[in-house]
């Protein structure tokens, strides 16, 4: 007989195989379909940032990106005569303090790779074509390309089918944004005369940006921009004879392209939903938000959504939270959502400025700004997505007088005990607290030994995703159990 499968995700892209790959963690059944008959070959995406590897590091499969990728420690922004700005990556307060440079085929490759071995296979060809939301479960109707079609009814369905979603169309939420008037061109190949090869270089030309992102020994993504463009009509692809007058013209000189894997042409759009679930339906990467891929942010937000919605589903699924604690995935990851759209839109704009007066006024400010190291630091923390937190979310609540070190909804720098197959709170605190908090919800709470930042003072409860959920002070246990208690099933 079939197994009775709790969640049907449509889309295996680097964000529905995260969210497989998490939820299978937890010993929930998944089945994951893909209309496409291979996963992506292209670079894609290609920053793994660290609070993503933070992450994976948690769940326990970080080191299958590891050896795949490249470290990179900052950023570089010159004119091609003068350097402008340096970001490092290297003093931010994360055990990976920089960013993985890993193509989407790979990192795809490695979620698929460790599916698999736990026994889940990408169902390829197969398209998710409709679905009608009954109340109690969701019915979908699967297609393959073979015409065969399939009904199959499951708990949950998750959207992780990209910018087209059929999700969010059978939602009938709208995408609001915007498809930016200027065109881009996009390479991939071999580059030589860029130096250091760990780093970002970003050239601030007065024709247009012109940026290089190091992919392996030699292998770089170029990007350029071509400013507004003349029509709707889509931009035909670059030739590689193109792509090097672009380096001849806008880089410090010598720069030599010899071969290309993929050159593209493509438009940026910003476009969000502004809910990313309705009943028993949720939408998370592309499918939820587009925007500009300025800042690399893209992959890294949407594997967040499947890293922030597994643990809630996880825990409503295996009947120890309410499902009330699944309103919180839309409210928090639309609230990053829009913090990542604006700030991938400000990069953006700065960066295509084309008035000669303007490019030199950001030139000067961008130029004094980064003079001051907090500037460069706290830049290089909203790069990483270390300055991601929930502050406004249901989830976060404040207790009687914690210390203003530890603030609720902030995320947690420090490695929590791994939960390998059960998402649980981190109590931390008083030895005789955090053992009476998970002797009394041990489904729901695990107890950690203090650590060398921690203020005695405080009664925390980190959530499974690694931010402080309760802060309290360390005397408040009734208030921890208070919050412990509004999420748990009686
Ligand atoms: C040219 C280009 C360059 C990019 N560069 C960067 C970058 O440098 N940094 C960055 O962060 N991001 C970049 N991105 C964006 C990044 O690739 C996306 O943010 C990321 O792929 C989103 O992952 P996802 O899993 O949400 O969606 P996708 O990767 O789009 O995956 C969605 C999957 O769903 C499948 N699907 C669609 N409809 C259905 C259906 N009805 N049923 C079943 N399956 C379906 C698709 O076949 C696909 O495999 C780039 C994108 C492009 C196109």
């Given at each position: ?23 299978v ?15 992506t ?13 933070e ?92 015409g ?33 008037p ?35 020994e030699?292998r770089?993504?170029?990007?350029a ?6 029509d ?67 992959m ?14 996880s ?12 309103d ?15 700030n ?54 404040k ?33 005789d ?58």
């Amino acid at each position: 007989m079939a197994q009775n499968i709790k969640v049907l995700i449509a889309g295996a892209g680097p964000v529905g195989l995260t969210l497989a790959n998490e939820l299978v963690r937890y010993g929930i059944s998944v089945r994951i379909v893909d209309k496409a008959a291979a996963r992506t070959d292209k670079s894609k995406a290609l920053v793994l940032w660290s609070r993503t590897l933070e992450l994976f590091d948690h769940a326990g499969y970080v080191n299958g990106f590891l050896p795949a990728g490249m470290p990179a420690h900052g950023a570089i922004i010159s004119t091609g005569k003068e350097v402008i700005a340096r970001i490092s990556l290297d003093g931010i307060d994360s055990v990976y303090p920089y960013a993985l440079m890993i193509p989407q085929s790979d990192t795809e490759r490695v979620l698929e790779e460790r599916l698999a071995k736990h026994g889940v296979t990408v169902e390829r060809n197969v398209a998710l074509e409709s679905f009608v939301d009954q109340g109690a479960q969701v019915q979908s109707v699967l297609r393959k390309t073979t015409g065969e079609s399939e009904t199959l009814t499951t708990d949950w369905l998750i959207g992780c089918d990209g910018a087209h979603s059929a999700v969010r169309h059978g939602l009938g939420f709208t995408f609001d944004g915007t498809t930016q008037p200027s065109d881009w061109y996009l390479a991939d190949g071999h580059i030589t005369g860029l130096d250091p090869q760990d780093r970002l270089h970003i050239f601030w030309h007065k024709e247009g940006i012109l940026a290089f992102f190091p992919i392996s020994e030699g292998r770089w993504r170029v990007v350029a921009d071509l400013g507004p463009a003349p029509d709707n009509a889509h931009h035909a692809d670059p030739t590689l004879e193109e792509i090097q007058s672009l380096l001849t013209k806008r880089g410090s000189g010598g720069l030599v392209i010899k071969d290309a894997y993929w050159l593209a042409a493509f438009r940026i759009n910003e476009r969000k939903v502004s809910q990313y679930s309705r009943g028993r339906a949720f939408l998370a990467g592309d499918a939820a938000h587009i925007h500009s891929p300025a800042g690399g942010q893209g992959m890294n937000t949407g594997m967040q959504d499947a890293f922030n919605l597994a643990w809630k589903l996880s825990l409503v699924i295996g009947g120890v939270a309410k499902p009330s604690l699944l309103d919180s995935y839309s409210v928090e990851r639309s609230a990053v959502g829009d913090q990542v759209l604006s700030n991938a839109g400000h990069m953006t704009e700065v960066a295509i400025v084309r008035n000669p007066i303007a490019q030199g006024l950001r030139n000067a400010v961008v130029k004094f700004a980064f003079g001051f190291p907090q500037l460069g630091h706290a830049a290089a923390n909203t790069l990483a997505e270390l300055d991601i937190g929930y502050p406004d979310s249901p989830l976060t609540v404040k207790g009687a007088h914690h210390s203003k070190e530890t603030k609720a909804g902030k995320r947690w720098p420090d490695r929590l005990p791994p939960d390998t197959s059960q998402a649980r709170f981190t109590a931390i605190g008083p030895a005789d607290a955090v053992a009476g908090l998970a002797a009394k919800f041990p489904r729901l709470v695990q107890a950690a030994p203090t650590t060398d930042k921690l203020d005695s003072q405080n009664l925390l409860l980190v959530r499974p995703d690694g931010y402080v959920g309760f802060a309290g002070s360390a005397s408040d246990r009734a208030g921890a159990e208070a919050y412990l208690l509004a999420l748990a099933t009686p």
